[in-house]
């Protein structure tokens, strides 16, 4: 952000100095700064290929905004003072919602659009691709499941509700290599791309993209955020086509979140309300532990319902927001929009997102900056936009290898494409598992330091650090804490029970 202190007067050597009007320097510099930035992106555009100058052109366009509205911006988004209680209405409890019969259910799915936010990759997972094809569970991946959900729901239903996918250029060509394989499956999926944007240099404000062949130099690109979702899927050309087959909602979620399942009782509240105000836009919250500091939430500004994250927070109020007592929900990113909505929002040029900054370095130690929005961010331009407050079952994202373990071990169990807690577990939160990330923070390695996953049906905390590997039938249950110190290495023997344990040293098991 340009920022450009008050200049104040001083005295020289007897000699007065003249204050230059700061305000006018900042307007100045601005100007000048969105100037260049125009000029570097028309002269990249002279270099996209014929095929895909009118994209590009779209794209610049829609990046040279997003930068304008950057500028223009000075502190917080967001006046602390200004947040108000939430209103009694502002979150349905779950539990209040009424359950379809089963006449109705096929009607509303054909009013229905499912999309799956897929523009990530599984590197920070240690995976190649897209994050959306890694395997969570008896082999089948996040997109495997996600098709089996929708197939599922399309032959119980006679219905035919469509699966979109956005994906990102990151995941694109591997995705439609992958979506070929469910040709034969009673289920129409489709994909288009979120846009591609240029970092800009920290300093200059300017493109580090010297062209415009994204592959050749993939650092100089980003896909900017899942609020980029609204425009990208118009542009597609898929709102309109939907909206004329008169479908009426889009259930968006992250691909990765494996509770994000078609819910008929938020689609039936929607669809059917019991109160005359429909709703435009629904975000599914839950109870927030203190495992949810970081994640959104909602409040209440301006009159209006809408997403604060984080990022948005001042630095002295950031404990404020991660209080539990303060703030008793977060955003699970489960989120629901009224599709003519969304495409009189965007024609009306009402989608005003608050922008998040995403300082990075790139591997030849330039700093940049990426200009990203959040999906949840449109609540507020919405008219009568609600939460939801959901079980926990329906936040289940796997973004560590420590969701991993969960979700592979008996804590759940695979039905038609949706995991489904163990009746066994006595309470239905999930334990808390922490990994040391230098043992086992890539799905490789992670893999081998088990012969099979262990019995978690009574953990409640998990805590290993360290060279640790794990035999076959191992049961652990109440706190367990495993701790190699650096140099030692510890093996859970096959069969071992582990009951409220802390485990630290050296113990190895050699075959012989």
Request: proline share 4%; with cysteine.
């Amino acid at each position: 952000m340009l920022q450009v202190n008050d200049a104040t007067d001083k005295k020289i050597k007897g000699h007065q100095r003249v204050p230059s009007d700061s305000r006018e320097f900042r307007e100045v510099t601005k100007r000048d700064a969105q100037i260049q930035l125009q000029h570097d992106l028309d002269k990249l555009l002279l270099t996209a290929p014929p095929i895909k100058q009118e994209i590009f052109k779209n794209e610049f366009g829609g990046f040279a905004a997003l930068f304008e509205r950057f500028l223009q911006e000075e502190g917080p988004s967001v006046d602390w003072e200004k947040i108000e209680k939430l209103p009694d209405d502002a979150v349905r409890d779950y539990s209040t919602l009424e359950t379809p019969t089963t006449d109705v259910i096929h009607s509303m799915l054909d009013k229905l659009v499912v999309v799956k936010l897929n523009g990530g990759l599984g590197t920070s997972m240690g995976c190649h691709g897209p994050k959306s094809v890694i395997s969570v569970r008896n082999d089948l991946t996040f997109l495997d499941l996600t098709v089996q959900q929708i197939e599922h729901l399309n032959k119980t239903y006679k219905a035919n509700v469509p699966l979109v996918l956005m994906d990102s250029f990151n995941t694109d060509e591997d995705t439609q290599k992958i979506v070929r394989k469910y040709k034969g499956l009673q289920i129409e999926i489709h994909t288009f791309n979120q846009s591609c944007f240029p970092r800009i240099n920290r300093d200059t404000l300017l493109p580090v993209a010297k062209n415009c062949n994204v592959e050749q130099d993939i650092d100089a690109w980003y896909p900017p955020g899942h609020g980029d979702f609204y425009t990208s899927f118009k542009n597609s050309g898929l709102l309109k086509k939907f909206l004329a087959e008169g479908r009426q909602y889009c259930f968006i979620s992250n691909i990765d979140n494996l509770g994000a399942t078609v819910d008929m009782k938020i689609l039936n509240s929607l669809l059917n309300p019991s109160a005359q105000q429909s709703h435009e836009f629904v975000m599914e919250v839950t109870d927030k532990t203190r495992a949810d500091v970081k994640g959104g939430t909602l409040i209440h500004y301006e009159n209006k319902l809408r997403l604060l994250e984080i990022a948005q927070v001042p630095k002295e109020h950031v404990d404020d927001f991660k209080s539990v007592k303060t703030f008793k929900f977060f955003n699970t990113n489960n989120l629901w929009a009224k599709l003519d909505a969304i495409d009189r929002v965007l024609n009306e040029n009402k989608l005003n997102l608050e922008i998040i900054i995403n300082n990075k370095t790139l591997g030849n130690g330039l700093n940049v900056i990426q200009l990203e929005t959040a999906v949840g961010a449109a609540m507020k331009t919405f008219e009568g936009g609600i939460g939801i407050n959901v079980p926990r079952s329906r936040f289940l994202p796997v973004k560590k290898t420590s969701d991993l373990l969960l979700v592979m071990s008996n804590l759940y169990s695979l039905k038609n494409g949706t995991l489904v807690m163990s009746p066994q577990r006595m309470f239905p939160t999930t334990p808390l598992v922490k990994l040391g990330e230098n043992h086992f923070s890539k799905v490789k390695e992670f893999l081998g330091r088990f012969a099979n996953i262990p019995d978690l049906i009574e953990l409640d905390h998990l805590t290993v650090s360290g060279d640790v590997t794990f035999g076959r039938g191992v049961s652990l249950k109440g706190t367990v804490i495993i701790i190699a110190n650096h140099g030692d290495r510890i093996d859970i023997p096959s069969g071992a029970l582990l009951e409220n344990k802390i485990v630290s040293g050296n113990m190895r098991i050699l075959d012989h």
